[in-house]
Protein backbone atom coordinates (compact mmCIF):
# COMPACT_ATOMS: atom_id res chain seq x y z
CA UNK A 1 0.00 0.00 0.00
CA UNK A 2 2.79 2.56 0.64
CA UNK A 3 4.10 2.37 -2.46
CA UNK A 4 1.08 3.43 -3.71
CA UNK A 5 0.72 6.81 -1.82
CA UNK A 6 1.68 10.03 -3.97
CA UNK A 7 3.46 12.43 -1.94
CA UNK A 8 2.94 15.46 -4.18
CA UNK A 9 -0.98 14.69 -3.30
CA UNK A 10 0.34 15.50 0.56
CA UNK A 11 1.77 19.55 -0.16
CA UNK A 12 0.57 22.85 -1.59
CA UNK A 13 3.31 23.14 -3.08
CA UNK A 14 6.78 21.20 -5.11
CA UNK A 15 10.16 21.29 -4.80
CA UNK A 16 11.92 24.61 -4.81
CA UNK A 17 8.66 25.83 -6.07
CA UNK A 18 8.03 26.34 -2.13
CA UNK A 19 10.29 29.38 -2.25
CA UNK A 20 8.95 32.65 -0.97
CA UNK A 21 8.31 35.06 -3.57
CA UNK A 22 10.83 37.39 -4.54
CA UNK A 23 8.89 40.40 -3.66
CA UNK A 24 7.75 39.06 -0.31
CA UNK A 25 11.25 37.58 0.57
CA UNK A 26 12.78 41.08 0.19
CA UNK A 27 10.56 42.48 2.78
CA UNK A 28 11.25 39.97 4.93
CA UNK A 29 15.20 40.46 4.47
CA UNK A 30 14.75 44.28 4.49
CA UNK A 31 15.88 45.07 7.81
CA UNK A 32 19.09 42.81 7.26
CA UNK A 33 22.00 44.64 9.13
CA UNK A 34 25.95 44.80 8.01
CA UNK A 35 27.98 42.08 8.70
CA UNK A 36 31.08 43.37 10.55
CA UNK A 37 32.63 39.75 11.23
CA UNK A 38 35.75 40.04 9.07
CA UNK A 39 36.19 35.92 8.90
CA UNK A 40 32.82 35.95 7.36
CA UNK A 41 33.91 36.12 3.63
CA UNK A 42 30.52 35.58 2.49
CA UNK A 43 27.26 36.37 4.69
CA UNK A 44 23.58 37.45 3.53
CA UNK A 45 24.22 40.87 1.54
CA UNK A 46 24.71 39.20 -1.95
CA UNK A 47 22.13 36.25 -1.81
CA UNK A 48 24.31 34.03 -2.70
CA UNK A 49 24.41 29.98 -2.34
CA UNK A 50 25.84 30.08 1.03
CA UNK A 51 27.80 31.54 4.08
CA UNK A 52 31.91 30.99 3.84
CA UNK A 53 33.63 31.97 6.98
CA UNK A 54 37.13 32.29 6.95
CA UNK A 55 39.38 29.91 9.34
CA UNK A 56 42.73 30.69 8.45
CA UNK A 57 45.64 29.39 6.26
CA UNK A 58 44.15 30.22 2.70
CA UNK A 59 41.09 27.61 3.87
CA UNK A 60 37.08 28.78 4.70
CA UNK A 61 34.28 26.86 5.75
CA UNK A 62 30.95 26.26 3.71
CA UNK A 63 27.73 26.11 5.35
CA UNK A 64 24.42 25.70 3.79
CA UNK A 65 20.71 24.62 4.50
CA UNK A 66 17.81 23.62 2.00
CA UNK A 67 15.03 22.04 2.33
CA UNK A 68 11.34 21.60 0.50
CA UNK A 69 8.13 19.57 0.02
CA UNK A 70 8.05 16.71 -2.19
CA UNK A 71 8.46 17.25 -6.12
CA UNK A 72 7.96 14.02 -6.89
CA UNK A 73 5.65 10.94 -5.61
CA UNK A 74 8.76 8.46 -5.02
CA UNK A 75 9.87 8.60 -1.42
CA UNK A 76 13.45 7.50 -2.67
CA UNK A 77 13.21 9.90 -5.81
CA UNK A 78 12.10 12.71 -3.55
CA UNK A 79 15.03 12.02 -0.88
CA UNK A 80 17.78 11.94 -3.36
CA UNK A 81 16.27 15.17 -5.33
CA UNK A 82 16.59 17.02 -1.86
CA UNK A 83 20.19 15.73 -0.54
CA UNK A 84 21.37 16.61 -4.59
CA UNK A 85 19.51 19.98 -4.55
CA UNK A 86 21.26 21.35 -1.25
CA UNK A 87 24.54 20.18 -2.07
CA UNK A 88 24.38 21.74 -5.09
CA UNK A 89 24.95 25.42 -2.64
CA UNK A 90 28.29 24.15 -1.88
CA UNK A 91 29.46 23.11 -5.42
CA UNK A 92 28.13 26.48 -6.48
CA UNK A 93 30.56 27.86 -4.56
CA UNK A 94 33.60 26.02 -5.66
CA UNK A 95 33.86 24.42 -2.55
CA UNK A 96 34.12 20.63 -1.93
CA UNK A 97 31.13 19.02 0.15
CA UNK A 98 32.49 17.39 3.79
CA UNK A 99 28.93 15.90 5.46
CA UNK A 100 25.63 16.90 5.64
CA UNK A 101 22.84 16.61 8.39
CA UNK A 102 19.35 15.85 7.43
CA UNK A 103 15.85 18.01 8.19
CA UNK A 104 12.63 16.22 8.12
CA UNK A 105 9.26 17.25 8.41
CA UNK A 106 6.41 14.24 8.52
CA UNK A 107 2.90 14.37 9.04
CA UNK A 108 3.07 11.18 11.39
CA UNK A 109 -0.56 10.53 11.43
CA UNK A 110 -0.89 10.98 7.81
CA UNK A 111 1.88 8.98 6.28
CA UNK A 112 3.43 5.68 6.83
CA UNK A 113 7.14 5.81 9.02
CA UNK A 114 8.31 3.43 6.09
CA UNK A 115 8.15 5.87 3.45
CA UNK A 116 10.30 8.71 5.73
CA UNK A 117 12.73 5.63 5.96
CA UNK A 118 12.73 5.84 2.10
CA UNK A 119 13.17 9.42 2.27
CA UNK A 120 16.63 9.18 3.97
CA UNK A 121 17.40 6.20 2.05
CA UNK A 122 17.37 8.11 -0.83
CA UNK A 123 19.49 11.20 0.44
CA UNK A 124 21.97 8.72 1.69
CA UNK A 125 22.94 7.32 -1.40
CA UNK A 126 23.30 10.70 -3.09
CA UNK A 127 25.66 11.21 0.05
CA UNK A 128 27.59 8.15 -0.68
CA UNK A 129 27.85 9.61 -4.22
CA UNK A 130 29.28 13.00 -3.19
CA UNK A 131 31.41 11.25 -1.11
CA UNK A 132 30.01 12.20 2.55
CA UNK A 133 28.36 10.74 5.43
CA UNK A 134 25.09 11.82 6.29
CA UNK A 135 25.81 12.89 10.12
CA UNK A 136 22.84 13.41 11.67
CA UNK A 137 20.01 15.71 11.58
CA UNK A 138 17.20 16.95 13.16
CA UNK A 139 12.91 15.41 12.68
CA UNK A 140 9.63 17.08 13.56
CA UNK A 141 6.31 16.19 13.10
CA UNK A 142 4.45 18.78 10.72
CA UNK A 143 1.33 18.92 8.41
CA UNK A 144 3.53 18.91 5.43
CA UNK A 145 6.14 16.09 4.53
CA UNK A 146 9.68 18.62 4.20
CA UNK A 147 12.79 17.48 3.97
CA UNK A 148 16.52 18.52 3.01
CA UNK A 149 20.18 18.78 4.62
CA UNK A 150 21.96 21.24 6.00
CA UNK A 151 25.69 20.75 4.11
CA UNK A 152 28.88 21.85 5.23
CA UNK A 153 32.08 21.95 2.84
CA UNK A 154 35.15 23.46 2.21
CA UNK A 155 36.89 25.74 -0.08
CA UNK A 156 40.37 27.08 -0.72
CA UNK A 157 39.64 30.83 -0.10
CA UNK A 158 41.59 31.52 -3.56
CA UNK A 159 38.99 29.23 -5.55
CA UNK A 160 35.88 30.63 -3.89
CA UNK A 161 33.45 31.65 -6.13
CA UNK A 162 30.59 33.93 -5.55
CA UNK A 163 27.80 34.72 -7.29
CA UNK A 164 27.76 38.69 -8.55
CA UNK A 165 31.60 39.23 -9.68
CA UNK A 166 31.39 38.54 -13.55
CA UNK A 167 33.43 40.50 -15.98
CA UNK A 168 31.94 42.01 -18.85
CA UNK A 169 32.50 39.97 -22.39
CA UNK A 170 32.05 36.74 -19.83
CA UNK A 171 30.08 34.13 -21.53
CA UNK A 172 27.17 31.75 -19.69
CA UNK A 173 26.67 28.52 -19.61
CA UNK A 174 24.38 26.11 -17.82
CA UNK A 175 25.32 22.71 -16.86
CA UNK A 176 21.45 21.53 -16.56
CA UNK A 177 18.30 21.60 -18.68
CA UNK A 178 15.31 23.49 -17.51
CA UNK A 179 11.85 22.96 -16.93
CA UNK A 180 11.93 20.98 -13.54
CA UNK A 181 9.16 23.45 -12.29
CA UNK A 182 6.61 22.72 -15.10
CA UNK A 183 7.35 19.33 -14.88
CA UNK A 184 6.68 18.61 -10.98
CA UNK A 185 3.50 20.45 -11.75
CA UNK A 186 2.64 17.96 -14.22
CA UNK A 187 3.53 15.07 -12.00
CA UNK A 188 1.12 16.66 -9.16
CA UNK A 189 -1.63 16.71 -11.55
CA UNK A 190 -0.80 13.12 -12.69
CA UNK A 191 -0.10 14.46 -16.25
CA UNK A 192 3.81 13.49 -16.46
CA UNK A 193 4.24 10.76 -18.55
CA UNK A 194 5.96 8.41 -17.16
CA UNK A 195 9.29 8.21 -19.58
CA UNK A 196 9.82 12.20 -18.96
CA UNK A 197 9.37 12.23 -15.72
CA UNK A 198 12.33 9.77 -15.50
CA UNK A 199 14.70 11.94 -17.54
CA UNK A 200 14.01 14.80 -15.19
CA UNK A 201 14.92 13.25 -12.35
CA UNK A 202 17.43 11.48 -13.80
CA UNK A 203 18.41 15.38 -14.05
CA UNK A 204 17.46 16.35 -10.28
CA UNK A 205 19.66 13.97 -9.08
CA UNK A 206 22.60 14.31 -11.26
CA UNK A 207 25.34 16.02 -8.92
CA UNK A 208 26.88 19.42 -9.44
CA UNK A 209 30.23 18.16 -8.85
CA UNK A 210 32.12 19.90 -11.51
CA UNK A 211 31.64 22.90 -8.84
CA UNK A 212 34.94 22.04 -7.72
CA UNK A 213 36.89 21.87 -10.80
CA UNK A 214 35.19 25.33 -11.60
CA UNK A 215 36.05 26.55 -8.72
CA UNK A 216 40.09 26.01 -9.14
CA UNK A 217 39.60 27.64 -13.10
CA UNK A 218 40.47 31.17 -12.57
CA UNK A 219 38.79 31.81 -16.02
CA UNK A 220 35.60 31.47 -14.11
CA UNK A 221 34.28 34.95 -12.44
CA UNK A 222 30.89 34.03 -10.96
CA UNK A 223 29.03 30.71 -10.37
CA UNK A 224 25.81 30.36 -8.99
CA UNK A 225 23.32 27.12 -9.00
CA UNK A 226 19.51 27.79 -10.65
CA UNK A 227 16.84 26.88 -8.63
CA UNK A 228 13.03 28.34 -7.33
CA UNK A 229 13.94 31.83 -8.88
CA UNK A 230 14.30 30.20 -12.26
CA UNK A 231 17.16 31.29 -14.82
CA UNK A 232 16.34 34.75 -15.12
CA UNK A 233 15.99 35.37 -11.15
CA UNK A 234 19.46 33.79 -10.89
CA UNK A 235 21.14 35.70 -13.84
CA UNK A 236 19.60 39.31 -12.30
CA UNK A 237 21.38 38.37 -9.11
CA UNK A 238 24.99 37.63 -11.18
CA UNK A 239 24.45 40.88 -13.02
CA UNK A 240 24.03 42.41 -9.48
CA UNK A 241 23.89 46.87 -9.69
CA UNK A 242 26.27 46.65 -12.10
CA UNK A 243 26.34 44.50 -15.10
CA UNK A 244 23.48 43.36 -17.94
CA UNK A 245 23.26 39.99 -20.15
CA UNK A 246 22.04 38.94 -23.14
CA UNK A 247 20.41 35.65 -23.34
CA UNK A 248 20.46 33.76 -26.49
CA UNK A 249 17.28 31.63 -26.58
CA UNK A 250 18.58 29.14 -29.21
CA UNK A 251 21.12 28.03 -26.99
CA UNK A 252 19.48 27.63 -23.94
CA UNK A 253 18.76 24.12 -23.01
CA UNK A 254 15.18 22.99 -21.79
CA UNK A 255 13.56 19.72 -21.84
CA UNK A 256 12.81 18.53 -25.20
CA UNK A 257 8.86 17.34 -24.82
CA UNK A 258 8.17 20.59 -22.34
CA UNK A 259 5.42 21.70 -25.49
CA UNK A 260 3.53 18.61 -24.55
CA UNK A 261 2.87 20.05 -21.04
CA UNK A 262 2.82 23.51 -21.87
CA UNK A 263 -0.27 23.54 -24.33
CA UNK A 264 -2.28 21.96 -21.29
CA UNK A 265 -1.18 25.23 -19.56
CA UNK A 266 0.86 23.41 -16.76
CA UNK A 267 2.45 26.26 -15.63
CA UNK A 268 3.63 26.35 -11.83
CA UNK A 269 2.22 29.62 -9.42
CA UNK A 270 5.53 30.67 -8.95
CA UNK A 271 6.47 31.60 -12.60
CA UNK A 272 3.96 34.41 -12.48
CA UNK A 273 5.56 35.61 -9.20
CA UNK A 274 8.83 35.07 -10.18
CA UNK A 275 8.12 37.48 -13.30
CA UNK A 276 5.82 40.15 -11.57
CA UNK A 277 9.10 40.51 -9.57
CA UNK A 278 11.14 41.26 -12.30
CA UNK A 279 9.47 42.12 -15.64
CA UNK A 280 10.78 45.79 -15.53
CA UNK A 281 14.15 44.68 -15.71
CA UNK A 282 13.72 42.39 -18.82
CA UNK A 283 14.30 43.41 -22.13
CA UNK A 284 13.73 41.60 -25.61
CA UNK A 285 10.90 39.86 -26.72
CA UNK A 286 9.29 38.04 -24.72
CA UNK A 287 7.01 35.29 -26.25
CA UNK A 288 5.09 32.75 -24.33
CA UNK A 289 7.68 29.99 -24.34
CA UNK A 290 10.42 31.99 -23.18
CA UNK A 291 8.34 33.37 -20.46
CA UNK A 292 7.29 30.16 -19.26
CA UNK A 293 10.71 28.47 -19.43
CA UNK A 294 12.87 31.22 -18.24
CA UNK A 295 10.76 31.79 -14.99
CA UNK A 296 10.50 28.32 -14.69
CA UNK A 297 11.09 27.58 -10.61
CA UNK A 298 13.85 25.04 -10.86
CA UNK A 299 14.40 22.51 -8.67
CA UNK A 300 18.21 20.59 -7.82
CA UNK A 301 18.98 22.95 -11.39
CA UNK A 302 22.19 23.37 -13.43
CA UNK A 303 25.11 25.37 -12.87
CA UNK A 304 25.14 29.04 -13.98
CA UNK A 305 28.44 30.01 -14.91
CA UNK A 306 30.28 33.50 -16.30
CA UNK A 307 33.89 32.82 -17.70
CA UNK A 308 35.91 34.64 -19.76
CA UNK A 309 36.75 33.95 -23.47
CA UNK A 310 39.91 32.40 -23.10
CA UNK A 311 37.95 30.40 -20.28
CA UNK A 312 35.45 29.17 -22.91
CA UNK A 313 37.25 25.69 -23.97
CA UNK A 314 37.89 24.79 -21.02
CA UNK A 315 34.09 24.53 -19.67
CA UNK A 316 33.27 22.75 -23.09
CA UNK A 317 36.38 20.11 -21.94
CA UNK A 318 34.44 19.76 -18.43
CA UNK A 319 31.00 19.66 -19.63
CA UNK A 320 32.08 16.65 -22.54
CA UNK A 321 33.97 15.21 -19.82
CA UNK A 322 30.77 14.64 -17.72
CA UNK A 323 28.17 14.08 -19.94
CA UNK A 324 26.85 17.47 -20.72
CA UNK A 325 25.72 17.87 -23.47
CA UNK A 326 25.03 21.72 -23.36
CA UNK A 327 28.31 23.07 -25.30
CA UNK A 328 27.43 26.39 -26.82
CA UNK A 329 26.92 29.93 -24.49
CA UNK A 330 24.09 30.93 -23.65
CA UNK A 331 24.34 34.49 -23.21
CA UNK A 332 27.09 36.93 -22.31
CA UNK A 333 27.76 39.68 -19.71
CA UNK A 334 27.73 43.09 -21.16
CA UNK A 335 28.02 46.94 -19.59
CA UNK A 336 24.92 48.28 -17.68
CA UNK A 337 21.87 48.80 -19.82
CA UNK A 338 18.68 50.36 -20.00
CA UNK A 339 17.71 46.31 -19.50
CA UNK A 340 19.89 44.19 -16.49
CA UNK A 341 18.68 41.45 -18.94
CA UNK A 342 17.70 41.37 -22.56
CA UNK A 343 16.46 38.34 -24.55
CA UNK A 344 17.71 37.32 -27.90
CA UNK A 345 15.35 34.98 -30.52
Known amino acids: MANKIKLTQYSHKAGCGCKIAPADLEKILSERSEQHFKELLVGNQSNDDAAVWDIGGGLGVINTVDFFMPIVDDAFDFGRIAATNAISDVYAMGGKPLFANALLGWPIETLPLELATEVMNGAREVCRNAGIPLAGGHS ?41 GIMGTAIKRGLAQELHAKEVVDWMCKLNSIGVELG ?20 LEMCGDEFSAELDWKNIPYFSFLDTYLKQNIIPDNTYRNWNAWEHKVGGVIEMEPFQILNDPQTSGGLLIAVSPEGVSSIRTLFTQNNIPFVEPIGRICARGEKVVLLKA
Do not use: C, W
Open 140 to 180: IDSKEPLFGLTVTGSVRTENLKRNNLPQVGDYLFLSKPLGT
Open 216 to 235: ANAAVHALTDVTGFGLLGHL
